[in-house]
């Protein structure tokens, strides 16, 4: 197996939506030749969509937008399976609603999750969020997207 199956692969935007789908189940993706399931951006929120089991999201990087949906029903399925009072103290819920707060637009965020095709396009099924502070964190993540395809992504992998 590639090792790049299983790592959060830094990826610019309009590397992340050019990734070709393979028809397999569940979908991957792949880069010269390479199977990448996950994937990291770092952008600005530029749309925001929150419902009642979803938020919805854009992270723009400077060379696209990626649709990413950071999903909040851990709270209601396990309220369904257990009273409430133990569903309150669900950690997963917990995190993912204090990181659906996080996303706000404007905010420069690192966006960490599995690769998806949603109705035909690709979009990042959240993993975790990160707040950025630094203004230059977009930049050093550029340049290692760019470091990062030539030493290593974009070489052929190793034939079994």
């Not at 770092?42 to 400077?62: M, Q, T, W």
């Amino acid at each position: 197996m590639d090792s790049l199956h299983l790592v959060h692969v830094k990826l610019l935007a309009a590397d992340l939506l050019s990734l070709a789908s393979r028809h397999t189940s569940p979908p991957s993706f792949a880069r010269c030749g390479r199977t990448v399931t996950r994937a990291e951006i770092v952008g600005v929120v530029v749309s925001r969509d929150r419902r009642e089991k979803f938020l919805r999201f854009l992270v723009d990087d400077g060379t696209g937008c990626v649709p990413c949906v950071l999903w909040l029903n851990h709270h209601y399925l396990n309220a369904a399976s257990s009273s409430s009072r133990a569903s309150d103290s669900d950690p997963t819920a917990e995190m993912a609603l204090r990181m659906s707060e996080v996303v706000s637009l404007g905010t420069l965020l690192r966006v960490r999750g599995r690769i998806v095709l949603y109705r035909g396009a690709i979009q990042i099924a959240v993993r975790d969020v990160v707040l950025e502070k630094d203004p230059n964190v977009e930049v050093m993540h550029w340049l290692q997207c760019i470091r990062m395809a030539k030493e290593c992504y974009d070489l052929r992998p190793p034939s079994a």
